[in-house]
């Protein structure tokens, strides 16, 4: 297959549909108003949990947590233009994405609440565990979707990733590689401008990430990050062409970091306010009720609607995470292999006997 | 001489600052290392101090890092790279073992790669996964590096300097969890070399062997010891390549017992090494097999089940317990 370098390459600019006052750009179609409805309703509820997380780790509930707020929009879309066979591999930033892709909030922050390193069943919802070695998870979706293609199943694969990432070896492989076996996965950078304290300047000087996309065959486009409707049509229309058959597919959404990297990081270190708060006016959630509202769709009691959803969840959240699961020591040997080895009996013998004693005093 | 409280942080950042402000081809680099001074704020104030081209960020890839590194030590530099956690080093395994590893060997001593790679690692801190691994068995298995691991701030601050003086690529572990403990220090008073290790307590019936961050635990359970009445002797490894087999023998025969500590995984480790090397030298010193307190067979744990896997103090005194006192 040849193809010519032009049609690979991103629009000059971010994709807008709806610009941060609310009014649409005309550049194309707004997505009906079920659809952005459904898509404010995600965006309410994601806003919620990420507060609701982040109160939680202030409550020493949680370990630690990566906020993503400001960024909503985009984890909403990545799930949201996803079919019930399709799969969704997130990281450890993306448990807004796990969560409107319907896996229980509970569930998805075992992982930074401690119980456990994965807290939901992938293959119920299609939803890989969250990956934390960066880039590492991107070579699993292409897999996941190579097997699939193998198969005749016409599943397409949502691999989400950050700026930083793309400068790990195993981006540019799992892009490589897609391209060269046609695999059906929208890889899906949410470009938040750090990677820790270390701005996008620092990771590349091309053009945008979407450009990487070249290089490998891989068609780029880019998108404004916190405009819901524009990420809902571009992500939509690189599903649709993956499963097409049109191979790989990247996206880069511009978005941004709103809090520190986690809590356990001090932004103030390598940023200033005032570059935070020029952000504010671009809040995807604001904007998208913006536009809601400009066009009628959506009104108070809606809006309260949405907002006692939310409030519900948020409750659930925290019932699920106050409540203490004892730690069960046998679970730290039987998940090792598909059989406890000998070596791991006498182990878990061992912890047994001290807990006994334990127990005697 | 001049005394002061300083934690194994602020020991590291002064070794790096004290190596950067005497030799120009020091250098250090990694993520996050620059502005931000690193996510342990072992770099902090390098770069306001010595500029962008001599503490930097990369873009995020450790290969790309190590790899950088091997070029530039080529090249008349003398690197210090910095893996953010110790399970994040794994990117840079091939540039570790084919090549910082291999090169000098490779040519014949021609090429040599004097760098520093500093892994912050182990667990304690309740961690979440992928950010409490003990990998010192992978680099102390793997012939060309040396590979160190400090449990106090003023080896921090010696070992570093001596690692960065070094002609040959050193592999650093800073245990995490010690990162924040205070301690008097003199930075200016010499501390054992490379290949050094050091009884750190005094003890005649039986001697622990520890390194990194179980070295604290083990003087912790000599002091319970000793309460009940029994003496425990100390060794810290802290160079765990090369190996000071004269030092930990010579405790091990004085006592004539042993229990290796250590948090990493038994199996094929570290701690394995030790007692083949202590049995093959002291077996007829020995009134009892050595025993061994490490992590289990297992993945690290999450954060709620992280103390069913570090050795503790408990289970280093029923070790000792079983060293067959009842014989003597
Ligand atoms: C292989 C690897 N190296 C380093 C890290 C430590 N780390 C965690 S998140 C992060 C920054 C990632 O930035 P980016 O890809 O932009 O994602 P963001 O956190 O901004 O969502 C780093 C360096 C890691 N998780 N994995
Ligand atoms: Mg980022």
Redesign the interface.
């Known amino acids: 297959m040849t193809r010519d370098p032009a049609a690979l390459l991103p629009s000059a600019e971010p994709v807008m549909l709806i610009d941060p006052s609310g009014a649409p750009t005309g550049l194309a179609d707004v997505p009906d108003d079920d659809t952005m409805l459904a898509a404010y309703g995600a965006l309410v509820a994601a806003r919620r949990l990420n507060d609701q997380a982040y109160a939680l780790v202030r409550q020493g509930r949680l370990?630690?947590y990566p906020s993503s707020h400001g960024q909503e929009a985009c984890q909403v879309a990545a799930a949201q233009v996803l079919g019930a066979d399709d799969w969704l591999f997130p990281t450890y930033r993306d448990t807004v994405a796990a969560v409107t892709r319907g896996v229980d909030p509970v569930e998805v922050l075992v992982?930074?609440?401690?119980?456990?390193?994965s807290g939901y069943d992938p293959y119920r919802t299609k939803v890989a565990p969250q990956a934390?070695?960066?880039a590492t998870q991107l070579l699993h979706a292409v897999g996941v979707g190579y097997a699939a293609k193998l198969r005749g199943e016409p599943t397409v694969v949502m691999a989400l990733c950050g700026d930083?990432?793309t400068?790990?070896?195993?981006f540019h492989e799992a892009l490589n590689f897609a391209a060269v076996f046609g695999v059906p996965v929208v890889f899906f950078v949410q470009n938040n401008e750090y990677?820790?304290?270390?701005p996008l300047a620092?990771?590349?000087v091309a053009p945008s990430l979407a450009h990487k996309g070249v290089g490998y065959g891989v068609p780029g486009e880019r998108v404004d990050g916190n405009d819901v409707a524009a990420l809902l049509a571009v992500l939509g229309g690189a599903v649709a062409k993956a499963r097409a058959g049109e191979g790989p597919q990247l996206v880069e959404a511009h978005t941004y970091r709103m809090q520190a990297h986690t809590n356990?990081?001090d932004a103030t270190?390598?940023r200033q306010d005032d570059e935070v708060a020029a952000w504010v006016e671009r809040d995807p959630l604001t904007r998208a009720e913006a536009y809601l509202r400009g066009r009628g769709a959506l009104g108070d009691d809606q809006v309260t609607a949405y907002a006692a959803e939310a409030d519900r969840m948020a409750a659930h959240v925290r019932d699920g995470l106050n409540r203490d699961?004892e730690?069960n020591?046998d679970?730290?040997?039987d998940f090792?292999y598909a059989r406890r080895?000998p070596?791991?009996e006498e182990?878990a013998a061992l912890?047994a006997d001290?807990l006994s004693r334990e127990d005697a005093r | 001489m001049t005394h002061e409280k300083l934690t194994m942080a602020q020991a590291l950042n002064r070794a790096l600052r004290d190596a950067m402000a005497e030799d120009p081809s020091v250098l250090m680099f990694g993520?996050?290392v620059?502005?931000?001074?690193g996510?342990f704020r072992i770099t902090d104030g390098l770069t306001a101090e010595f500029g962008e081209e001599r503490c930097f960020?990369?873009?995020?890839?450790e290969?790309?890092i190590v790899g950088l590194a091997v070029g530039m030590a080529m090249n008349g530099m003398r690197p210090v790279v910095e893996m953010q956690f110790d399970?994040?080093a794994?990117?840079a395994f091939e540039q570790v073992v084919s090549h910082v590893a291999k090169l000098r060997n490779r040519t014949r001593g021609a090429v040599t790669v004097p760098m520093v790679i500093r892994v912050p690692y182990a667990g304690g801190i309740?961690?979440?996964?992928?950010h409490c691994d003990s990998s010192e068995s992978y680099y102390a298995h793997t012939p060309g590096l040396h590979v160190l691991a400090p449990a106090n701030a003023a080896d921090a601050y010696g070992l570093l300097r001596e690692a960065i003086a070094s002609p040959d690529p050193v592999v650093f572990l800073e245990p995490k969890k010690l990162y924040w403990s205070k301690e008097e220090v003199d930075l200016a008073a010499p501390v054992p070399g490379i290949g050094k290790a050091a009884v750190v307590r005094e003890g005649t019936d039986a001697t622990l062997i520890a390194y990194g961050p179980s070295v604290p635990t083990a003087l912790e359970a000599a002091e319970v010891a000793a309460q009940d009445g029994r003496s425990l002797q100390v060794v810290d490894v802290r160079s765990i390549v090369p190996f000071d087999d004269a030092t930990v023998c010579e405790a091990v025969r004085s006592t004539g017992r042993a229990v290796v500590v250590a948090e990493a995984v038994g199996?094929a480790s570290v701690s394995s090494e030790i007692v083949a090397r202590v049995t093959e030298r002291c077996f007829h010193s020995l009134a009892a097999p050595i025993r061994r307190v490490t992590g289990?067979?297992?993945?690290f744990?999450?954060?709620?089940?992280e103390h069913?896997?570090l050795p503790g103090v408990?289970?280093i005194l029923?070790a000792v317990d079983d060293l067959q006192w009842e014989d003597s």
């Open positions: 370990a630690v992982l930074l609440k401690g119980d456990w390193h934390t070695p960066l930083g990432a400068s790990e070896g195993d990677a820790i304290s270390v620092r990771q590349s356990a990081d270190r390598y699961v730690p020591p679970d730290l040997f090792v080895t070596q791991l182990q912890v001290e | 993520e996050d620059g502005p931000l001074g996510v960020d990369t873009p995020l890839a290969s790309g399970a994040f794994y990117p309740g961690g979440v996964e992928h199996f289990f067979d297992i993945p744990p999450p954060p709620k089940l069913f896997q408990d289970r029923d």
